[in-house]
């Protein structure tokens, strides 16, 4: 079984900085996907962005990228230039490529201070 | 736009009642999921269902049921609710295959007193 770690409960940035959110993971499997979702106080999970483990290329969408270290089992999500609209939780979630089911981390709360 | 809807935002009930927590998503979705959202346990798999009438357990399926009777619809019951069951409750849909984009619902925060 698949399980997602998130070690760090919650961080604080300041505005316009850049903060790394952890995440690791532990698979025997070698194909596979990985995610970050963001769910704000709203609690409406969005996709921020995704990974494919295949790939080596690290994934990028506008200011967030990923770190994806497949040897050591590691996914961090990367905010550059922090807006306020980034306060949220961000899980980092698995999925094995055989079927659609996601296995999320326990969470980590960001908080980005004006 | 794409969209997942719970039947209701919050939710109170009493113990030992039957409760069933609706699912509705427009987007001609196979998979369904129901997810278990508590404090410092993210969230946890309770049922998903790749197709009509099919339907999996997921990691912690105890004390839970849930029916698709058609393509569009997932329903989460709880039997005879307990106040450990008392958690927001997330419904999402996704395309069959993998890579593929789950959509979520809006949650349900169950209350069992």
């Known amino acids: 079984a698949q399980t997602v770690t998130q070690s760090q409960p919650e961080m604080s940035v300041q505005e316009a900085e850049t903060v790394t959110l952890s995440c690791t993971y532990d698979t025997s499997e070698n194909n596979y996907y990985l995610f970050w979702y963001k769910q704000p106080p709203s609690r409406q999970m969005i996709l921020v962005i995704r990974q494919e483990a295949y790939k080596q290329q690290n994934a990028t969408e506008n200011r967030f990228s990923v770190n994806f270290q497949k040897a050591a089992k590691s996914f961090s999500l990367k905010i550059s230039d922090s807006q306020l609209g980034d306060t949220a939780m961000y899980f980092c979630a698995f999925m094995y490529y055989a079927n659609s089911k996601l296995t999320f981390g326990k969470g980590i709360t960001l908080s980005v201070r004006p | 736009d794409v969209k997942v809807t719970q039947s209701s935002r919050y939710l109170v009930k009493r113990t030992g009642e039957k409760v069933f927590l609706e699912c509705v998503q427009d987007m001609d979705h196979e998979n369904m999921f129901w997810y278990r959202q508590d404090p410092g346990l993210g969230l946890r798999l309770i049922y998903f269902?790749?197709?009509?009438?099919?339907?999996e357990k997921g990691d912690i399926p105890e004390g839970y049921s849930v029916s698709r009777e058609k393509k569009e619809r997932f329903s989460l019951i709880l039997e005879s609710a307990s106040t450990n069951q008392t958690s927001m409750y997330l419904c999402a849909s996704s395309l069959r295959g993998a890579n593929t984009e789950a959509f979520f619902g809006q949650g349900t925060r169950l209350t069992v007193v």
């Open positions: 269902s790749y197709d009509v009438k099919m339907k």
